[in-house]
């Protein structure tokens, strides 16, 4: 079945376990990256279903984020909620210096299960939708 | 609906070879608790410590900090739903052990967090600095995965605390405090010219060691509802939140909900607490939408004329905050929010991730950026290496000689943002 | 450390000269204390400071603010010279040129003699939003009647400044915020504060939040233009974009000024044609193709397809990096009028 939801990540690890099922539009790289890829999106129309900044853990911690966009129809159909949102999550995230520029994989791999929960977390409403 | 809770002032906690309450000492047999906590097959290995205010502890990572309590009178029991039946509590009498806290602490995931040091700089930070601690430290079977790890500590406190409240059960408690919550009509009717004030509490809910429970009930999984402020000090509401210690409310918290206290303060005096309202902080944007909505709606149909938002958590929860206070405003409420702030080291950069002008009246738990000097401690219960990966912590913040050079963001409960504190900021 | 010497700047009036008829005076200094100074000084020595104000600078506030540079650099030589440890301006109160001179001053002071400086006024002096986030600025009455209590505040900061003590929050060493959010103590846990806020605004008396929302200027949009085809169009933008060589000089950042240039000529913008003027972004991508910032090009597309009636011949320009909100609106202020005077239906504007 087709949704209208794509997810954007850059854990492998959601793209490992959803990548066949859903759009999961994976590219590694940090994650202000993650956020600016995502943002745009939203300059192309894209809607946010998730918040950019979602869990607690800060951004300067966990090397990975997992957003949720329903597809957009172009730039000039702007969601300016959704270009707020993620201008304000980018200004969070530069705030915070990097604490791990190398981090051990076992970090590296707890952080990814987390951000996998909280992707999860968010499933159920993504696909009823 | 109305509680009792009766105050069993604790003044020391001592390992002895029989648990009992004796003359305000709480003696544990930590075989006890090792046998009780060791009944879940997850766990491999269990110690048990004390500290104490002015000691020279340090405790980390800490995952929740709980106070003993014990249904004496009424129906249900401690932590309904979860440890207890699912029965309705929050009538009859309770007993607490005041001045006792039950602290978890163990890894789950690498990078897990929460200091409390008992003296020197940091324990101006955290409030349990100020109580007599119980210190659980688990270690899991090898292979546990993160999720099954995190239930079986989270357990492992609240049966230790539950435990612990159980020998106050027959001691007489040193002071007593009831707490009443009439019905709308009753209340409106007894005090007719005084303002309405509900509590409006935000509860993290966003998956893996982000989670908070209601009666046993995943909060992510719940819309927004009424529930009676005497049933959280029962327990109703708990903790599985492990992720920036510095504002997520631990059990402890819960139990002691200070808005909920001080607005009982108040009551019948200069307002009229009229009832609380729970509502989560999903991930979900559309989830966000609805809970908020359903949070204003709540209030509206209370009829009240003000309400007192508090959050949870760092970054996302503030556009929950500023949600819910937009549309309570919206829906002629007045709005008072407790938050904190990440204005980064210097101050200088934009505290909330969300913001909106409807939003006029802030109580701020303070900077969590701001950066904290720790001294050494003799003694550390816990794994002080994972310091350098705990939040607030950064590269080399644990120095060679156990000092500690971190973000205020590391101290458990340090910017809490139910106003536990006297901390703020301008 | 030895005594603390200190220099304190006033203006005409606060000098015994006279009021706004002297205001032209020029600027001159005076060994020791005016009045209000003297005051100053003893509530210092009050708290157990040993402390001096060496001197006086005085300048009238016409003459201050008509000759900014002059005056500047004539009252910073004089303050020099008597090598403060601690400068002081005002207290300002409600008086605007007098608390824009204290501002300026202080600021220039702090800046260039890299001393520790303090200035006071009341919060609506438009010195206030100007420098507040700059130097410390301790809120006081609107009108001299209230220089007890401003000496009261200031002395105490004054002090600590000059000893070098931590400035705690605010709310606690008496200056208006400045940006920087500090921790402090409270002497009630929050959730008491909260309840206590909520009665003060359930009852409608005034209450003071802990964390101001940042200041939302928002602009209702103005009705759509219905008539598109027909319309005039013009291009503003904070993007810094000028004429080659930036005949104006507009600052890279903290504009104190705006430029008006024509675009009659100019169908496209090119690298030899136009560049930006901003230092707040990469400016590689302007200066290789300006349209990227200041969409002439398109505009032009747009007017030959008939989509506008007429691009407008003048583009207006600026950088908005660190640039004052009062500077940008008072230049929009002056050339919407411009605009409206052109007959300017639309205006795009863009930013960086």
Partial sequence: MAYNFKIMTNNELVFEKYGNEYEVDYKPGTYEELLLRVRTEVHNGAKLLTHPLSGSIKPNETPFKTVYLKKGKGPLHLDFDSVEMIENAIITAKKFKIRFPVMPDYIRADFALIDLSLMESALPAATQA | ?426 | MGKIKVVHYVNQFFAGIGGEEKADQTPFKQDGTMPIGAQIEKAMQAINADVEIVGTVVCGDSYFNENLETAKAAVLDMIKSYEPDLFIAGPAFNAGRYGVACGTITTEVQEVLGIPVLTGMYKENPGADMYKNKVYVVPTKDSAAGARDAIKKMAPLAVKLATGAEIEASCVDNYMPNGIRKNFFETKRGSERAVEMMIKKLAGKEFVTEFPMPDFDRVDPNPAVKDMAHARVALVTSGGVVPKGNPDHIESSSASKYGEYSIAEFDDLTSETHETAHGGYDPVYCNQDSDRVLPVDVMREFEKAGRIGKLHEYFYTTTGNGTAVLNAVAFAKEFSQKLVAAGVDAVVLTST
Avoid at chain 2, 15 to 37: A, F
Avoid at chain 2, 97 to 120: P, W
Avoid at chain 2, 365 to 379: C, E, Q, S
Wanted: charged share 25%.
């Fill in chain 2, 1 to 426: 609906m109305k509680l009792e809770l009766g105050y069993i002032k604790i003044s020391d906690i001592q390992l002895s070879n029989e648990s009992k309450v004796e003359n305000g000492v709480l003696y544990v047999n930590p075989e006890d608790i090792i046998n009780l906590i060791k009944e879940d097959e997850n766990i491999a290995t269990v110690a048990v410590d004390v500290a104490r205010p002015g000691e020279s502890v340090r405790i980390t990572p800490v995952k929740d900090v709980i106070e003993p309590r014990v249904k004496v009178e009424g129906p249900g029991s401690i932590f309904p739903g979860v440890i207890g039946k699912v029965n309705r509590v929050g009538e009859g009498r309770t007993h607490v052990l005041k001045g006792a806290a039950v602290v978890t602490t163990g890894r789950i995931v690498g990078f897990q967090e929460g200091i409390i040091d008992m003296s020197g700089e940091g324990a101006k930070y955290t409030p349990f600095s100020q109580t007599m601690n119980l210190v659980v430290t688990c270690e899991p079977v090898d292979g546990l995965r993160p999720h099954e790890h995190e239930k079986a500590i989270r357990f492992a406190g609240l049966k230790t605390a539950v435990f612990l409240g159980e020998l106050g059960r027959n001691v007489e408690p040193d002071e007593v405090e009831t707490f009443e919550t009439l019905n709308v009509k009753e209340g409106i009717e007894k005090y007719p010219n005084l303002p309405r004030v509900a509590y409006v509490q935000m509860l993290q809910s966003q998956g893996l060691m982000h989670d908070t429970y209601v009666y046993g009930v995943d909060a992510k999984r719940t819309l927004s509802t009424i529930i009676m402020p005497t049933e959280v000090m029962d327990g109703a509401i708990l903790s599985g939140n492990c992720v920036s210690s510095c504002d997520k409310n631990t059990t402890y918290h819960h139990l002691n909900n200070p808005v909920i206290a001080d607005l009982f303060k108040a009551h019948g005096k200069t307002l009229n607490f009229a009832g609380m309202i729970i509502t989560n902080e999903n991930v979900y944007l559309a989830d966000k939408e609805r809970s908020s909505d359903w949070a204003a709606k709540l209030c509206q149909y209370l009829g009240v004329d003000g309400a007192i938002v508090s959050q949870e958590g760092f970054g996302n929860p503030d556009t929950d905050l500023i949600m819910n206070a937009k549309k309570i405003e919206t829906v002629g409420v007045k709005t008072v929010i407790i938050t904190d702030e990440y204005a980064g080291r210097d101050g200088k950069s934009q505290s909330l991730a969300d913001a909106d002008p409807l939003a006029n009246a802030v109580v701020t738990g303070g900077n969590a950026n701001m950066v904290i000097h720790l001294p050494k401690m003799d003694k550390v219960i816990g794994h002080i290496n994972f310091v350098d990966t705990i939040a607030g912590g950064f590269d080399g913040s644990l120095h060679e000689d156990g000092t500690i050079e971190a973000e205020l963001q590391i101290i458990t409960g340090a910017t809490n943002e139910l106003g536990f504190n006297k901390l703020s900021a301008r």
